[in-house]
């Protein structure tokens, strides 16, 4: 049930530098202000994955907080596993080159942390949405040629999904594509429906 008194006058922040969460969260039709948070993304000892990017998605949300005490703040995070281990950002090409190579003919598992925070009334909403990408055998050659063209070193996985990088995959298994790029769209719309923002009468 929708929370009893609305917020859609309060502002809505992303608090993400991210230029793929940003584009995502525009087809929303909504209007919003990013706000890039400082926040430590270390794991800690012995975290899942799953409570990883559930944490640093809150972190991010009340780290904006602070210098927002009264808006409607969204976080969020995002990391891949592959039997079991962690792929960040693999930040240069021979990284990515063995991001890749590991993902070859594997099921890898995009987890993504999403918070939605009403620093006014101190309400928060979190979870975590996955969505699995099954990856052709991939030989080096075809990484290489891939990596050159899109260079996606800033990229959970060391590819775009929304662009030649769908070329690598096999198949995909999820509820929301939108979630395999970072902002899992259909679980922040209901979201925000619980904070009287429904983005169809916007």
Same mark, same amino acid.
């Given at each position: 049930?929708? @929370?009893?008194?609305?917020?859609?006058?309060?502002?809505?922040?992303?608090?993400?530098?991210?230029?793929? *969460?940003? &584009?995502?969260?525009?087809?929303?039709?909504?209007?919003?202000?990013? /706000?890039?948070?400082?926040?430590?993304?270390?794991? =800690?000892p !012995?975290e899942? #994955?799953? *409570?990883?990017?559930?944490?640093?998605?809150?972190?991010?949300? *009340?780290?904006?907080?602070? &210098?927002?005490?009264?808006?409607?703040?969204?976080?969020?995070?995002? /990391?891949?596993? /592959?039997?079991?281990?962690?792929?960040?950002?693999?930040?240069?090409?021979?990284?990515?080159?063995? =991001?890749?190579?590991?993902?070859?003919?594997?099921?890898?598992?995009?987890?993504?942390?999403?918070?939605?925070?009403?620093?006014?009334?101190?309400?928060?909403?979190?979870?975590?949405?996955?969505?699995?990408?099954?990856?052709?055998?991939?030989q080096?050659?075809?990484? &290489?040629? @891939?990596?050159?063209?899109? =260079?996606? @070193?800033?990229?959970?996985?060391?590819?775009?999904?929304?662009?030649?990088?769908?070329?690598?995959?096999?198949?995909?298994?999820g !509820?929301?594509?939108?979630?395999?790029?970072?902002? #899992?769209?259909? *679980?922040?719309?209901?979201?925000?429906?619980?904070?009287?923002?429904?983005?169809?009468?916007?």
């Amino acid at each position: 049930m929708p @929370y009893s008194d609305p917020s859609s006058q309060q502002q809505l922040i992303l608090a993400s530098s991210s230029p793929f *969460r940003r &584009e995502l969260l525009s087809r929303l039709g909504v209007e919003f202000s990013t /706000v890039s948070p400082d926040i430590d993304e270390s794991e =800690q000892p !012995d975290e899942s #994955p799953e *409570r990883l990017v559930i944490r640093l998605a809150e972190n991010k949300a *009340r780290e904006v907080a602070k &210098e927002h005490p009264d808006a409607l703040i969204i976080g969020s995070d995002q /990391v891949a596993v /592959v039997e079991g281990k962690i792929l960040g950002k693999p930040g240069d090409h021979e990284k990515a080159i063995e =991001q890749l190579m590991q993902a070859s003919g594997k099921r890898v598992s995009f987890l993504t942390g999403l918070c939605l925070l009403n620093s006014e009334a101190g309400r928060i909403q979190v979870c975590c949405e996955p969505f699995h990408v099954i990856f052709r055998v991939l030989q080096r050659r075809e990484i &290489e040629n @891939y990596l050159h063209k899109e =260079q996606p @070193y800033n990229c959970a996985g060391s590819f775009k999904s929304e662009g030649l990088g769908i070329s690598l995959f096999e198949r995909l298994e999820g !509820d929301d594509p939108n979630a395999l790029i970072g902002l #899992p769209l259909i *679980r922040l719309i209901a979201m925000l429906r619980n904070e009287g923002i429904d983005v169809l009468t916007k």
